[in-house]
């Protein structure tokens, strides 16, 4: 039996890169950028006012507070651009996001001004140079604004968008082959027969695999036998990526991994410790990663969680590859099983002061699969301790879909 730390260890160690395509911008959501992105022009592009009012000279409004104002020669809305440049003694009315004219360096807002007679009449006047946004302030052509592994979200598209960016080098998405093994098990739509249970397995690596941004292709159920699965997981060695679900204990019938070795991967580990994930298997075969989680649903998909996740992130190129974590006091008595960290699944609360504490999701048996369901995370109790006390410190990876209250916005 390996550490955990060590597990994850072999398995980064194992990742090589994916190579990159070319995608239409909105196919990129939740991928990684392949290559530095440059930007070929500044944002904005030209000088613009931030304010409904009047673009004028900076310098002469001090004075017509007091004087007979500016002459109001031109109205310049949103997408249009001043006919003329902007003399001496002059005003246009200008609206938030039109480009200032040639000759004007201010805007006032429309609120300080009054108007008479074709002239308006600063009430307070703005510094000079207020109220503008300049050319380049958000953009310079030649920024890198996007770095090679940063990963896609609406603000990244929104700036690509704004920077003329309507394809993007992207990695490309893992392939991932998801096998569910089991003479007991039924694909999901089936009644059940004596002894059998639905394939759930499949469908959580499946969601885990899309949400990894990774391409799942589900390859089914290999009953326990060699022929079968050792034809389904030849097939399955096509792809990037392989995960298969059960049959990697010392049962019987457990002979996944003697066949993919058979297959020519080259085992890196089998057994970790962990409760639940034990007999987790890891090997490779041509770059491809083989991972073999055991059978109860909960231990497939932390399994998944602890090591495909991140691998897959890391195919991607990304840097960012692991959960959001923050420590948590116990709220409840915590007992540690001997030689293994234990993984439980666990509801995260605020305490009166603001910091986090955690309970246990009720039944943590591995096959339980409500206790994911219920989790906002998983909390690793660490295997040489002897038992915590309500308000011992423990690491929480905070889960996708986690219940967050509402946040105390400022009043
Ligand atoms: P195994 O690791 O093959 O010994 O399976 C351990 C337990 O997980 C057994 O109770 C299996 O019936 C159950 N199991 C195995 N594969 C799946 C699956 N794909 N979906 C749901 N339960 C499974
Ligand atoms: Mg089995």
Redesign the pocket.
């Known amino acids: 039996m390996i550490s955990l730390n060590e597990a994850i260890d072999l398995v980064l160690t194992a990742v090589r890169p994916l190579p990159a395509e070319q995608v239409p911008l909105l196919e990129t959501l939740g991928r990684t950028v392949a290559a530095d992105v440059v930007s070929p022009e500044d944002v904005p592009s030209f000088d613009n006012s931030a304010m409904d009012g009047f673009a004028a000279r900076g310098a002469e409004l001090a004075g017509v507070a007091r004087s007979d104002g500016l002459a109001i020669v031109a109205e310049i809305p949103a997408g249009s651009v001043a006919a003329a440049p902007l003399g001496p003694g002059e005003a246009a009315r200008i609206m938030t996001g039109a480009p200032l004219p040639v000759g004007a360096d201010t805007v006032v807002q429309v609120e300080h001004t009054e108007e008479r007679d074709g002239r308006v009449f600063v009430r307070t006047a703005p510094a000079v140079g207020r109220n503008v946004r300049y050319a380049a302030e958000d953009v310079h052509r030649g920024d890198v604004v996007l770095p090679r592994g940063a990963p896609l979200g609406p603000a990244e598209l929104g700036l690509l968008t704004s920077i003329g960016v309507d394809e993007l080098t992207v990695a490309r998405r893992p392939r991932v082959a998801i096998l569910?093994?089991?003479s007991?098990?039924v694909p999901p739509g089936r009644p059940l027969g004596p002894g059998q249970?639905?394939?759930?397995?499949?469908v959580t690596n499946w969601g885990q695999a899309l949400a990894a941004g990774a391409e799942p292709v589900l390859l089914g159920?290999a009953a326990d036998d060699r022929d079968e699965t050792r034809r389904l997981i030849s097939r399955a060695l096509d792809e990037d990526v392989v995960i298969t679900?059960?049959?990697?204990?010392v049962?019987d019938y457990?002979f996944v991994k003697e066949i993919e070795e058979e297959l020519g991967v080259e085992r890196r580990f089998w057994g970790v410790a962990t409760k639940p994930g034990k007999?987790f298997a890891f090997g490779v075969r041509d770059g491809r990663l083989v991972f073999g989680a055991?059978?109860?649903?909960v231990a497939?998909m932390v399994s998944f969680e602890l090591y495909a996740r991140p691998a897959l992130l890391a195919m991607q190129g990304r840097r960012d590859i692991w959960r959001p974590w923050l420590t948590a006091a116990a709220a409840e008595p915590v007992k540690a099983t001997r030689d293994r960290v234990e993984v439980r699944r666990c509801l995260l609360t605020r305490d009166e002061r603001g910091g986090w504490r955690f309970t246990t999701t009720g039944p943590q048996g591995s096959?339980i699969l409500r206790s994911m369901v219920l989790a906002d995370g998983l909390v690793f109790v660490p295997s040489e301790h002897a038992g915590g006390q309500v308000g011992d410190p423990y690491l929480v990876m905070v889960l996708e879909g986690s219940r967050p209250e509402r946040p105390p916005y400022p009043a």
């Not at 249970?197 to 499949?202: G, H, L, T």
């Not at 679900?245 to 204990?249: I, P």
């Not at 055991?294 to 649903?297: K, L, R, S, T, V």
Request: charged residues 10%.
């Open positions: 569910a093994t089991g007991e098990l249970i639905r394939n759930s397995n499949s159920i679900s059960g049959g990697v204990s049962g457990d007999p055991p059978g109860n649903p497939a096959g």
